[in-house]
């Protein structure tokens, strides 16, 4: 997730974490970042990363897909090779269709599967859906008007979009105390936790990650919300949850205040560091090092974080 400036420019950055096991991959301070998920090894793979990008990953097999303020690029993390998929670089805008013909405008988060990247466009209060094969890029729900409202498509309004995640049917969306629900088929926007539900955050709900039964939401604590019931427990409390991704055991949390990674056991709720140290965020250390555990510090820790296994 990312917030805006009055000015309109991105001054925080959030997002979410993928992994299929093995490792974590985070943007941090203009270069790409690997940290091992059992040992907490951090490493630096690509520096530096490409003009205009700001913290909005996401991956796919051997592809890791770099979202810009007005481009989608894609990384090959073999060769390193990079190509654009979508968008036109300084070239901001609303504007569907294939690879460079499509607009963008400051993505917010990002969500995607194996075919398609889904993109929360704060700015165009848009979700742009990109064919990953193809390259099409069109609009499936929302459009520039600032006020709320439920419907299909471009007739539907999403203001202060924040955080996405998705499941096979649907799309679920942070936009300030609520959440709504696109119909990832229909383009049909309803609100599925209202901003004055008993159960909504105290504060804007920020990150999302779900695992289809539960959606995990983060800002500053850690909060589990049932999908089928809608109830919502207390997991931990951070200083300030930028990204996370979980499997079946874990979720792993981004703390962009501390510049730590930590690991949350979903079971029992304890939380462990992974990476960082929690002395460098508040003492101010300006210096990146690449290291293992409580050796390695982050400066400039941003929240999409995207991993594959090897």
């Known amino acids: 997730m990312v917030s805006y400036s009055s000015r309109g420019l991105p001054f925080t950055n959030f997002g979410k974490i993928w992994s299929n096991g093995t ?7 203009g270069t790409l970042v690997r940290i091992s998920t059992e040992t907490g090894e951090r490493t630096t793979v690509l520096s530096p990363l490409p003009s ?20 989608v690029r894609a990384v090959d993390l073999v060769s390193n090779e990079t190509s654009i998929l979508a968008g036109t670089a300084g ?31 704060a700015q165009n209060r848009t979700i742009r859906k990109i064919e990953i094969s ?3 890029v069109t609009t499936i729900a929302g ?33 300030g105390e609520a959440i709504r629900r696109v119909n990832k088929r229909t383009g049909e926007v309803t609100t599925f ?10 504060g804007l ?6 695992d289809g039964r539960f959606l995990y939401i983060g800002t500053q604590t850690l909060r589990r919300l049932d999908l089928a019931t809608k109830e919502s427990s207390v997991i931990a409390g951070f200083g300030e949850i930028g990204g996370m991704w979980g499997d079946a055991k874990s979720l792993f949390v ?23 140290n929690p002395a460098f965020g508040q003492n101010g250390v300006i210096e990146p090092v690449d290291g293992t555990g409580r050796e390695a510090r982050f400066v400039g820790l941003r929240g999409a974080i995207w991993g594959r296994g090897e």
Not at 95 to 117: E, M, S, T
Not at 152 to 174: C, H, K, V
Not at 205 to 210: D, I, K, P, R
Not at 257 to 265: D, F
């Open 52 to 71: 205009g990008f700001y913290g909005l990953i996401w991956g796919s097999g051997s592809k890791l897909f770099v979202i810009g303020s007005d481009v």
């Open 134 to 136: 193809t390259q099409i």
């Open 254 to 276: 981004t703390d962009t205040r501390y510049q730590i990674v930590s690991r949350v056991e979903l079971s029992t709720g304890r939380v462990t560091l992974l990476a960082g």
């Open 193 to 202: 936790l209202a901003d004055n539900s008993p159960t909504v955050l105290v």
């Open 205 to 210: 709900a920020g990150s999302l990650w779900g």
């Open 23 to 29: 490792f974590l991959y985070i943007p941090v301070a």
């Open 143 to 175: 459009s520039p008007p600032l006020v709320f409202a439920g419907g299909f498509g471009e007739a539907a309004r999403l203001p202060s979009i924040a955080g996405i995640w998705g499941d096979q049917n649907d799309l679920y969306l942070t936009m």
């Open 91 to 121: 070239q901001v805008g609303w504007a569907d269709g294939i690879g460079g013909v499509a607009k963008l405008n400051f993505p917010a988060d990002v969500w995607g599967d194996d075919r398609f990247l889904f993109l929360a466009e």
